[in-house]
């Protein structure tokens, strides 16, 4: 790296090229290579007192893994690593930074915070890349514990157990391990057989098993894992998979999907090759309506597939609950926002296909419940977008399967599962919970945080036993 | 990797598989439904539980090729395997949760159209070992396409048989031959069941309301996970909206908005005849499905 250079800005990453990647679903971000990533640590300041390891849910060691990036020893600083996150392939991509550890960094007060992420990143496709495998536990205490879910939790969960030297197996009621890794967030953003599914490899190689094809609750439920399989401990990481829909007129058309359906054809059926078996709606022009990071991940994904995509979101961009580095890119790839717009119906052919939708313009009114300033509706500002396709991506609530057939365990009223946050700890004995189970809807590393909350409560449990 | 240990075809274009699936066939119920996978490039097809057996730990499934995935399932062999097989999914018939004692006071009718005789089979054989004899309306298009007949003769109190064609029993659709017992034999139903094509279940839901007699179908429409994940089984029953995979698979009949369950099959009705085309054509494929470019 040139000597003049400019140690207030991060080293930029490399990305393709935004008109490239809208026509295919290869990775975005190309990552680091050894030169940038070690100059890119240079930047750290290595404080005492490091901010960015309190803003990092799991408090990863970070000055110390970026210390051993700055000397190349890069094994070591996956070894780093590896004592606090088991996905760090997966985090370095998909975890908001800049609310977190980016957020904190020193460096970030004058100028742009070392890139910590794409450090991450680094750091762990290159242990991928070099074979380098997590240390597996020498020999098990011959406790049994079940794992619900392969999501980022479950996997936590499972992982840190294992290391403590729990035997334990994981169920997921997918064909495929990874949860929202696998079916919620796209290939080009998250790599499936080159990212998630080595993280899931690797925690196989603890000594985790994981049984696909089982659904918690019709399967089998938590009480005979309990009683009849000798499973002393249970982790529920089932996630929050059901999607919401609005309620307005025409909603029920066909050409209107879920995210999360549109999202599973794409990510985990792979609808959007020619060699797999799955259709997905071959559409011209989509609406997505919401503005988080799966509205724009099924918007991206729309585009990918050939479409014209407009994003509507009832508040403005300020509000957007999406990554800014996801929203910059869905821009730079050609998305229109329609911004302080919300639907109020889905206009339909005589066959019953969306021919469009109809959105009123909202402004900003007093702060909600949220503290978002709340959306209010202009009146006589309807106007028609056209379009063969909606996707709604308003978010998700927790499934009622589990909370229905488990005797004791306690949900409040959004239908999530009541449990402690230190320790993951539900109202069943012996029963621990976390991720969006518990939380409704969050992000990848806070269902990594819960997953190894509920391992250390599991653990403290059963060491009293 | 779940193995067929029995396979058959049961009339044109109808097959019969017995499938090892320890865990489905510990917890399942009739009313409900698995999810399987071929392999790994398959699609997740929902199917219906037609009979299982605890003890050897397998499950029946009884399925009709309507597209490219179904085709391929028609090749399977004994011995062969699915990729994936997940259930029980869905909710148990409604009379699974009921006591015998006073299902007994009920009289049942079930009628199912083609191979919705699968499905109906769990459910009539249950009642039958719960002390209950049901009257069993089985209709198809021609007496070669009927299916489950000697199972059924001994599960039902009664069986009668419908053809389009009048090849073997009642000359006509189900909904005739219904009318011909209430009306013309006088016969009394507190409910009935009905399973098969979605059109079937319109109609006969048409005639039982006007008779009087609750109704309770049964729907298959597109899913993908089959866990409540997705939405696209949804479907409007009353003034709600329900996902069958969920919520159902069985509804009121009398509520259920069929016109927009018809609708909504059609969905990927394109998709499917396009490789279906490719499917068939093979190697020697050569254009029609509009994706190849061999029609430029």
Not at chain 2, 255 to 270: C, G, H, P, S
Request: glycine share 10%; aromatic share 6%; hydrophobic share 40%.
């Amino acid at each position: 790296m040139e000597a003049n250079r400019d140690m207030m800005k991060k080293i930029p990453v490399r990305e393709q090229d935004p008109k490239v990647r809208a026509t295919n679903f290869k990775e975005v971000c190309l990552g680091y290579n050894m030169e940038e990533a070690v100059a890119e640590a240079e930047r750290c300041l290595n404080c005492k007192n490091a901010k960015c390891v309190a803003g990092c849910p799991v408090s990863i060691d970070i000055p110390a893994f970026i210390r051993e990036v700055k000397e190349g020893n890069i094994e070591e600083a996956a070894r780093v690593i590896a004592r606090s996150s088991a996905l760090p392939a997966v985090c370095g991509r998909v975890c908001p930074q800049e609310t977190q550890c980016e957020g904190q960094c020193i460096r970030g007060i004058k100028g742009e915070p070392v890139s910590i992420g794409k450090l991450e990143r680094f750091v762990a496709d290159w242990s991928r890349e070099h074979g380098f495998v997590p240390d597996a536990p020498e020999k098990t205490n011959g406790k049994k514990v079940a794992v619900i879910g392969s999501g980022p939790a479950g996997l936590t969960c499972a992982g840190d157990l294992a290391k403590m030297g729990y035997e334990v197996t994981i169920f997921e009621a997918l064909h495929e391990a990874g949860g929202v890794l696998t079916y919620g967030i796209p290939e080009f953003r998250l790599p499936k057989s080159g990212v998630v599914q080595p993280e899931i490899d690797n925690v196989k190689k603890l000594g985790v098993k994981i049984e696909t094809n089982v659904v918690i609750g019709k399967s089998v439920t938590i009480d005979e894992l309990m009683e009849q399989e000798g499973f002393q401990a249970v982790f529920i990481g089932s996630g929050a998979g059901l999607p919401k829909f609005m309620g307005i007129p025409g909603e029920n058309a066909n050409g209107v999907f879920s995210a999360n359906e549109y999202l599973t054809r794409s990510n985990l059926m792979k609808a959007f090759r020619d060699d797999y078996d799955t259709p997905i709606m071959d559409a011209k022009k989509v609406v997505v309506v919401g503005g988080g990071n799966v509205a724009m991940d099924a918007a991206r994904t729309a585009l990918r597939l050939g479409a014209d995509v407009h994003i509507v979101y009832r508040r403005s961009e300020k509000e957007l609950p999406a990554r800014v580095e996801e929203v910059h890119h869905a821009k730079e790839e050609g998305i229109v926002f329609n911004l302080l717009t919300n639907p109020a119906e889905i206009l339909t052919d005589d066959k019953g296909w969306v021919r469009g939708i109809i959105c009123r313009r909202m402004e900003l009114g007093e702060p909600d419940e949220s503290g978002r300033r709340r959306p209010v509706e202009v009146p006589g500002s309807e106007f028609e977008i056209e379009a063969d396709t909606v996707i709604m991506a308003l978010g998700t609530s927790p499934n009622p399967l589990i909370s229905n057939t488990t005797k004791g365990l306690e949900i409040n009223r959004w239908k999530c599962i009541i449990a402690d946050e230190s320790n993951g700890k539900t109202t069943k004995e012996g029963v621990y919970a976390g991720g969006d189970a518990v939380t409704g809807a969050a992000t990848v590393i806070l269902a990594m945080e819960a997953g190894r909350a509920g391992a250390r409560g599991i653990d403290e449990f059963l060491s009293q036993r | 990797m779940y193995q067929i240990l029995k396979a058959e075809k049961l009339a044109d274009k109808i097959y019969l598989m017995v499938v090892e699936a320890p865990r489905v066939a510990r917890a399942c119920e009739p009313g409900e439904f698995v999810i399987v996978k071929i392999d790994e490039e398959g699609e997740r097809i929902p199917l219906t539980i037609c009979d299982f057996d605890r003890e050897k730990g397998t499950i029946t499934i009884v399925f009709q090729t309507v597209g490219a995935s179904t085709q391929k399932m028609s090749s399977l062999k004994k011995g062969d395997f699915f990729r994936d097989f997940v259930g029980p999914l869905g909710n148990p018939s409604e009379f699974v949760h009921e006591d015998p004692e006073d299902l007994k006071k009920k009289k049942y009718l079930f009628v199912a159209g083609g191979v919705g005789a699968a499905p109906v089979y769990p459910q009539v054989k249950w009642l039958k070992e719960h002390g209950i004899d049901a009257d069993v309306i089985v209709g198809s298009k021609t007496k070669d396409m009927l299916i489950l007949k000697e199972e059924m003769e001994k599960a039902a109190g009664q069986l009668y048989i419908a053809t389009d064609d009048g090849s073997f029993g009642y000359k006509g659709m189900v909904t005739g031959l219904i009318e011909e017992l209430v009306e013309k034999q006088g016969k009394k139903y507190d409910v009935c069941v009905a399973i098969g094509p979605m059109i079937m279940m319109k109609f006969v839901c048409l005639l039982t309301k006007k008779l009087g007699i609750p109704t309770i179908v049964s729907l298959n429409p597109i899913m993908v996970d089959g866990t409540g994940m997705c939405g696209a089984c949804r479907v409007t029953v009353g003034d709600k909206v329900k996902f069958a995979c969920v919520d159902g698979p069985e509804f009121d009949g009398h509520l259920v908005n069929f016109d927009e369950a018809m609708m909504r099959q059609q969905i990927y009705k394109t998709q499917e005849g396009r490789a279906m085309l490719r499917l068939k054509e093979g190697d020697t494929h050569h254009g029609g499905c509009g994706q190849c470019g061999g029609n430029e």
